[in-house]
């Protein structure tokens, strides 16, 4: 089945670190850009970080950068989000979700087409 | 970065109601505007790209429109598994950015 499965999400004391980890299945990860959304406690979506298929290009939102770092690893078909110095307004749901492009005349389309179900990152003390 | 702004926020309708959400951008995004639907508990699930294009699988009274700054989402006949929060997403420049979502409930 083409499923992402998130895991390594937990209660964690402010400054703390966490790995998060999204392990893909049934299709070719290496071809695909990824992404890490978010989501806290009742609120709405968050794009937090963005990886290349090959692993050389990365993004993240402001809110995020130099604390959390985004990688990939093909050739176990895993997507990772390092997380240091948290936050208590860093706790949410954390997706993995694939990002599709779709080429047309001038350009691609990009989109979120797979989500994994997400893992919960707590923030407190 | 570019602001995405739904309105409304929350909406009450019935089963077999017309129902339209729409979406605004800070600046001009042409048509590179995706929709997502969250039921409670679960990931979100992509409804539309490109402003209009459905994804596969997706039933067709959900319909899309506009580029540059106004989108609109569109449910030509409510159904029971129809109730969520839908959001918009712009996918024009990095950092991707979402609307604030649109709960649709139940009157």
């Known amino acids: 089945e083409v499923q992402l499965v998130e895991s390594g999400g937990g209660l964690v004391q402010p400054g703390g670190s966490l790995r998060l980890s999204c392990e893909a299945s049934?299709?070719?990860?290496?071809?695909?850009?990824m992404n890490w959304v978010r989501q806290a406690p009742g609120k709405g979506l968050e794009w937090v970080s963005y990886?290349?298929?090959?692993?050389?290009?990365?993004y993240s939102a402001d809110s995020v950068k130099g604390r959390f770092t985004i990688s990939r690893d093909n050739a176990k078909n895993s997507l990772y989000l390092q997380m240091n110095s948290l936050r208590a307004e860093d706790t949410a749901i954390y997706y993995c979700?694939?990002?599709?492009?779709?080429?047309?005349?001038?350009?691609?389309?990009?989109?979120?087409?797979?989500w994994g179900r997400g893992t919960l990152v707590t923030v407190s003390s | 970065d570019i602001q995405m702004t739904q309105s409304p926020s929350s909406l009450s309708a019935s089963v077999g109601d017309r129902v339209t959400i729409t979406c605004r951008a800070s600046q001009s995004i042409s048509r590179y505007l995706n929709w997502y639907q969250q039921k409670p508990g679960k990931a979100p699930n992509l409804l539309m790209y490109a402003a209009s294009t459905l994804e596969s699988g997706v039933p067709s009274r959900f319909s899309g429109s506009g580029s540059g700054t106004d989108f609109t989402l569109t449910i030509s006949s409510l159904q029971p598994e129809d109730f969520a929060t839908y959001y918009c997403q712009q996918s024009y420049s990095t950092p991707w950015t979402f609307g604030q979502g649109t709960k649709v409930e139940i009157k």
């Open positions: 049934d299709f070719t990860f290496s071809t695909y850009e």
């Open positions: 979700a694939r990002e599709k492009e779709t080429a047309h005349d001038s350009g691609s389309w990009w989109y979120f087409d797979l």
């Open positions: 990886i290349s298929s090959s692993g050389s290009t990365m």
